[in-house]
């Protein structure tokens, strides 16, 4: 299970200068996972190469590597440094599997400029993190928040009340009921107040102070709806369309007053969940069809928040499924002719990309150039064929995001938030048992944390793709071998690959602008290469 397979053909293979600590393996009957304990968590630390063409390359795969580094160097293709000779020696073991792959780098051809990376912190990520021992609290922080040792995230999505990862839906101003002028709404739940510090801390132990909040509402209170209930078929009742505006609003005074500030708020989370899914979608949820949102938003969200301390805080919509692209914002504004104006961006979820083209993603994108277009949620182990909850070690589930991740950078899409930051061994808590996998999972002991091969996945992209990176064309001469290349803001440029073959391939990248090198890539492996 080392990293036997991995060689680098242009000569200066130098040892991995940075301090990372590895990886401490350990395999299950469905894969190997990273463990970390109170005494020890792997960490990513690189040292960034400063001259030009000189290359970091970080590298993850099935059979056991995880964020392994090597070194080398882009040379001419003209100077002829390296020699297939050498490499074919070097390579001799592989010889008669290895495909021959080039990669092709365009900068003139320019797309979306990248905003970043993200998880949520739902009410059962606090739960969890709270039966940590604080060492490992501190460990997972930095894993995902640390731009130094961690994978660098720089979003966080958070419910407005409850969610599903929950231990029970909730809401504020459950009580009184049919209390329009939300009397009761004057502090935070206590749910709430826990989760300030978890976040006050984490920003604390990680240096970043910067991470960008985006508040998403599954559910007003029970008595704002029209059948009265968390879940089932609803609808927002119209003498209440103020009032859950209104909502959206205090919530913001009230965190600002705890020091948490918010980057964005969405309309709400999913709301067909209570429109078409209500049979099979047992948490809490609103519904709305797109007109009457359209109405909510264009008369009573759009200027409430813009008329309010908080009119800089961005309003995301949809945060639903792709397949509502792009037809659900003509429709809100069918419903107000400003609906869609006082949106700063769009958010999509992932559960149904499996069936849905990535077109409707560039559709969106020409159609609002200058809104955003986020990903806000994915989760695997949603399907009811799927296995519910963690499989442990299952690099399938680190393909799955790789690939839809690449997919979404591929079309237009600017940030990229995936769900719960951290679950239990059986995807949970959740009161309404809809269990799913997560990028680290903790042993409910507290003693111990799961790093899966998702969170690999998911730090090739956010360590390496900064802040305001374009992404420019890339081209691969094979199928089984997928690229996305951007060049940062610092000048360097990265480019992340992914494997897909059961075999090793040798891979060629040629940049016009940097020369030529070669890397083999190890069966079912990702790659993030980082050159000046
Ligand atoms: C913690 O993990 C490290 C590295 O795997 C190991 O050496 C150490 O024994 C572990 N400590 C405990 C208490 O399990
Ligand atoms: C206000 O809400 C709290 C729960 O947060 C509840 O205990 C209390 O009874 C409510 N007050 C009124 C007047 O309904
Ligand atoms: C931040 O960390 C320092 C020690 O590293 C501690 O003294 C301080 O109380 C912490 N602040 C918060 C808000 O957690
Ligand atoms: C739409 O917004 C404009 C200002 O941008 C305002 O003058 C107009 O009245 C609004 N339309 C409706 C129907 O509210
Ligand atoms: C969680 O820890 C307990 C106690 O050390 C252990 O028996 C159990 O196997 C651990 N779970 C996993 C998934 O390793
Ligand atoms: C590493 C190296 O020598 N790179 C050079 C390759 O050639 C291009 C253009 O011919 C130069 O700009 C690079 O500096």
Same mark, same amino acid.
């Given at each position: 299970?080392?990293?036997?397979?991995?060689?680098?053909?242009?000569?200066?293979?130098?040892?991995?200068?940075?301090?990372?600590?590895?990886?401490?393996?350990?395999?299950?009957?469905?894969?190997?996972?990273?463990?970390?304990?109170?005494?020890?968590?792997?960490?990513?630390?690189?040292?960034?190469?400063?001259?030009?063409?000189?290359?970091?390359?970080?590298?993850?795969?099935?059979?056991?590597?995880?964020?392994?580094?090597?070194?080398?160097?882009?040379?001419?293709?003209?100077?002829?440094?390296?020699?297939?000779?050498?490499?074919?020696?070097?390579?001799?073991?592989?010889?008669?599997?290895?495909?021959?792959?080039?990669?092709?780098?365009?900068?003139?051809?320019?797309?979306?400029?990248?905003?970043?990376?993200?998880?949520?912190?739902?009410?059962?990520?606090?739960?969890?993190?709270?039966?940590?021992?604080?060492?490992?609290?501190?460990?997972?922080?930095?894993?995902?928040?640390?731009?130094?040792?961690?994978?660098?995230?720089?979003?966080?999505?958070?419910?407005?009340?409850?969610?599903?990862?929950?231990?029970?839906?909730?809401?504020?101003?459950?009580?009184?009921?049919?209390?329009?002028?939300?009397?009761?709404?004057?502090?935070?739940?206590?749910?709430?107040?826990?989760?300030?510090?978890?976040?006050?801390?984490?920003?604390?132990?990680?240096?970043?102070?910067?991470?960008?909040?985006?508040?998403?509402?599954?559910?007003?209170?029970?008595?704002?709806?029209?059948?009265?209930?968390?879940?089932?078929?609803?609808?927002?009742?119209?003498?209440?369309?103020?009032?859950?505006?209104?909502?959206?609003?205090?919530?913001?005074?009230?965190?600002?007053?705890?020091?948490?500030?918010?980057?964005?708020?969405?309309?709400?989370?999913?709301?067909?969940?209570?429109?078409?899914?209500?049979?099979?979608?047992?948490?809490?949820? %609103?519904?709305? $069809?797109?007109? +009457?949102? #359209?109405?909510?938003?264009?008369?009573?969200? /759009? *200027?409430? @928040?813009?008329?309010?301390?908080?009119?800089?805080?961005?309003?995301?919509?949809?945060?639903?499924?792709?397949?509502?692209?792009?037809?659900?914002?003509?429709?809100?504004?069918?419903?107000?002719?400003?609906?869609?104006?006082?949106?700063?961006?769009?958010?999509?979820?992932?559960?149904?990309?499996?069936?849905?083209?990535?077109?409707?993603?560039?559709?969106?994108?020409?159609?609002?150039?200058?809104?955003? %277009?986020?990903? $806000?949620?994915? +989760?695997? #182990?949603?399907?009811?064929?799927?296995?519910? /909850? *963690?499989? @442990?070690?299952?690099?399938?589930?680190?393909?799955?995001?790789?690939?839809?991740?690449?997919?979404?950078?591929?079309?237009?899409?600017?940030?990229?938030?995936?769900?719960?930051?951290?679950?239990?061994?059986?995807?949970?808590?959740?009161?309404?048992?809809?269990?799913?996998?997560?990028?680290?999972?903790?042993?409910?002991?507290?003693?111990?944390?799961?790093?899966?091969?998702?969170?690999?996945?998911?730090?090739?992209?956010?360590?390496?793709?900064?802040?305001?990176?374009?992404?420019?064309?890339?081209?691969?001469?094979?199928?089984?071998?997928?690229?996305?290349?951007?060049?940062?803001?610092?000048?360097?440029?990265?480019?992340?690959?992914?494997?897909?073959?059961?075999?090793?391939?040798?891979?060629?990248?040629?940049?016009?602008?940097?020369?030529?090198?070669?890397?083999?890539?190890?069966?079912?492996?990702?790659?993030?290469?980082?050159?000046?």
């Amino acid at each position: 299970m080392t990293s036997n397979l991995f060689v680098v053909t242009v000569l200066l293979l130098l040892s991995a200068a940075a301090a990372s600590l590895p990886c401490a393996l350990r395999h299950y009957p469905t894969g190997s996972v990273c463990v970390c304990n109170v005494t020890y968590c792997d960490t990513l630390e690189l040292v960034e190469p400063t001259v030009a063409g000189e290359f970091v390359l970080v590298s993850s795969g099935r059979d056991g590597i995880r964020f392994q580094q090597s070194r080398g160097r882009f040379v001419n293709a003209s100077q002829v440094d390296f020699h297939p000779a050498v490499m074919r020696a070097r390579y001799r073991r592989f010889s008669r599997s290895l495909k021959s792959v080039t990669v092709e780098l365009n900068r003139k051809r320019r797309f979306q400029r990248v905003a970043g990376f993200g998880g949520a912190f739902t009410g059962s990520v606090s739960y969890n993190l709270k039966l940590l021992k604080p060492e490992l609290r501190m460990s997972i922080y930095q894993a995902y928040y640390s731009k130094k040792v961690g994978i660098g995230y720089s979003f966080m999505r958070i419910p407005i009340g409850g969610c599903d990862f929950d231990l029970k839906p909730w809401a504020y101003n459950e009580l009184p009921i049919n209390d329009g002028k939300l009397s009761n709404f004057s502090r935070l739940d206590s749910r709430d107040v826990q989760r300030i510090d978890q976040i006050k801390e984490l920003m604390n132990v990680t240096g970043n102070y910067e991470i960008k909040i985006m508040g998403a509402a599954w559910s007003p209170p029970k008595w704002m709806k029209s059948n009265n209930d968390w879940s089932g078929s609803s609808r927002l009742k119209e003498e209440y369309y103020q009032t859950w505006a209104d909502y959206h609003v205090k919530y913001l005074h009230l965190m600002k007053a705890a020091g948490i500030d918010y980057w964005a708020i969405s309309t709400g989370n999913e709301p067909m969940n209570a429109v078409i899914g209500f049979l099979f979608i047992r948490f809490m949820s %609103l519904g709305w $069809t797109a007109h +009457s949102q #359209g109405r909510w938003v264009g008369a009573h969200l /759009g *200027p409430t @928040l813009r008329n309010s301390p908080f009119k800089s805080v961005k309003l995301f919509g949809g945060d639903d499924q792709r397949y509502t692209l792009p037809w659900w914002y003509s429709l809100m504004n069918e419903g107000h002719p400003n609906a869609t104006q006082y949106l700063d961006g769009l958010a999509v979820h992932w559960y149904w990309d499996g069936i849905t083209p990535p077109g409707l993603l560039d559709q969106a994108a020409n159609l609002y150039p200058d809104k955003l %277009l986020f990903n $806000t949620e994915a +989760s695997l #182990g949603d399907k009811p064929f799927q296995t519910h /909850g *963690p499989i @442990l070690g299952s690099w399938d589930r680190a393909e799955s995001y790789i690939t839809y991740i690449m997919q979404d950078l591929e079309h237009s899409v600017h940030g990229w938030i995936d769900w719960n930051l951290l679950l239990n061994e059986i995807g949970g808590p959740n009161y309404a048992k809809n269990y799913v996998e997560s990028a680290v999972v903790i042993n409910s002991t507290g003693e111990e944390l799961y790093k899966q091969p998702i969170f690999y996945g998911l730090g090739h992209f956010s360590r390496f793709i900064t802040e305001d990176s374009i992404r420019f064309e890339t081209t691969s001469s094979d199928s089984g071998l997928a690229v996305v290349g951007f060049e940062r803001p610092d000048g360097k440029t990265t480019l992340i690959f992914h494997n897909k073959r059961s075999s090793p391939c040798e891979m060629t990248v040629r940049d016009p602008e940097r020369g030529t090198t070669q890397l083999q890539l190890p069966p079912k492996s990702v790659h993030s290469i980082l050159y000046a």
